[in-house]
């Protein structure tokens, strides 16, 4: 089985929302759709910052970010399009000052299975009925608010 070396971003703005998207996997078109955070797969000679730097850019069209440390670390099977891979996902935190995300960077299966963006308000999390990946983000959000980052990265179940 591949690996997949993915770099995820808790994008936050100044009040404290998290910038996240809602996507269906290309393996389901037709399925019930979740709400993940900005980032994806890391190009063979990037790093991990440098892969969440890319991706913000990408997927947001924001330029102005600091990144911070990995946070959470996350791993497991998933099966996509074509294959299953081994997904190896890094929790990267980064502040921006906010705005309004922009698509123009989307490579053309994002603008096909990437149905929203927004941001969100750590509340907002705690209260929805949607379906959140991780399913421990609201919960561990609030340590990551609370500016209690671990020593380590935590790894957080699949």
Known sequence: M??????RVLLLDPDGRILLM?????????????????????????TIAEAAAREIVEETGFQ??????????REGAMALATETVW??????LAR???????????QADEHQFIDDIRWWTHAELLATD?????????????????????????????
């Open 96 to 106: 921006c000052p906010g705005g309004d995300p922009v698509r123009h960077g989307w």
């Open 64 to 73: 102005a970010f600091e990144l911070g440390p990995v946070v959470w670390r």
């Open 130 to 158: 949607e379906r959140i990946f991780p399913p421990d983000l609201p919960a561990l959000l609030g340590e990551v608010l609370a500016d209690r980052l671990p020593a380590e990265p935590i790894s957080i179940r699949w």
């Open 22 to 46: 809602k996507g269906r996997l290309p393996s389901r078109p037709q399925g019930r759709g979740a709400w993940f955070t900005v980032g994806g797969g890391a190009m063979p000679s990037e």
């Open 2 to 7: 591949r690996r997949r070396l993915t770099a």
């Open 87 to 92: 997904m190896d996902e890094h929790y990267l």
